[in-house]
């Protein structure tokens, strides 16, 4: 049980396009989603949390409208990254918790190069 | 506010035991334990949620010292398998949103 999946696993694109990661619950209902981005050999830095039918709470130094974050049902997040950069380039990994629960699901992560 | 680990890295020998350790500068109210392996997203070991709170699965336990506002996990009997980066992760008292991951720790466990 508690699983998640995402989809692409990673996506290569060129500068100025927009990405869109999805993030699914596959056996669980998801109140809350939340959005992390890895570099290499760092932790995991949460970008913004959201609540199923609610706006996105993003932490700070987070452009709310470059990552554009949707959480239309209890199974499904999306990320979209606007305008990619070279720098945006990084694993960007959602996790999922139940209602009523304190842990984290990851999902697989999402590999995104910028060119 | 993240959580700090120490030691930054630990190399072992199969069988061998670890100790990982998590503070927080801040009141923990929550302490989660999860493991990466590279190219992989994190997988969830272990939840403590009280002060003194003691708990493990097989041969991987942690414990929960909320006054010193630190966690310990411990490894025991190492096994290839358990290689990884080990992150503890604190939350808030009242929102779970709160949430933010250590530094993390690198496992290396050798034959």
């Known amino acids: 049980g508690a699983v998640v999946s995402q989809h692409p696993s990673w996506v290569i694109c060129k500068s100025g396009t927009s990405v869109k990661i999805e993030c699914r619950s596959l056996?669980?209902?998801?109140?809350?989603m939340f959005w992390y981005r890895q570099f290499p050999k760092q932790s995991l830095m949460l970008m913004a949390t959201?609540?199923?039918?609610?706006?996105?709470?993003?932490e700070q130094g987070v452009e709310k409208d470059k990552f554009l974050i949707n959480h239309a049902s209890l199974t499904l997040s999306t990320l979209t990254v606007t305008s990619a950069h070279p720098e945006d380039s990084s694993f960007y990994i959602c996790?999922?918790?139940?209602?009523?629960?304190?842990?984290?699901?990851f999902g697989p992560g999402t590999r995104l190069t910028v060119t | 506010q993240q959580p700090v680990q120490s030691p930054q890295a630990v190399i072992l020998r199969e069988g061998e035991d670890a100790v990982i350790n998590c503070s927080s500068s801040k009141a923990l109210y929550s302490v989660h334990w999860y493991r990466q392996k590279h190219g992989e997203a994190p997988v969830f070991l272990m939840i403590?949620?009280?002060?003194?709170e003691q708990k493990g699965h097989e041969k991987i336990s942690a414990s929960f010292n909320e006054k010193k506002q630190q966690s310990s996990l411990y490894l025991t009997a190492s096994q290839l398998s358990y290689s990884g980066t080990y992150f503890c992760g604190t939350g808030g008292l009242y929102n779970f949103n709160k949430f933010y991951f250590g530094s993390g720790t690198k496992l290396n466990v050798k034959p």
């Open positions: 056996d669980f209902q998801a109140t809350t």
């Open positions: 959201s609540n199923e039918g609610s706006k996105a709470t993003y």
């Open positions: 996790s999922a918790r139940a209602s009523g629960r304190r842990e984290q699901y």
């Open positions: 403590l949620l009280k002060g003194g």
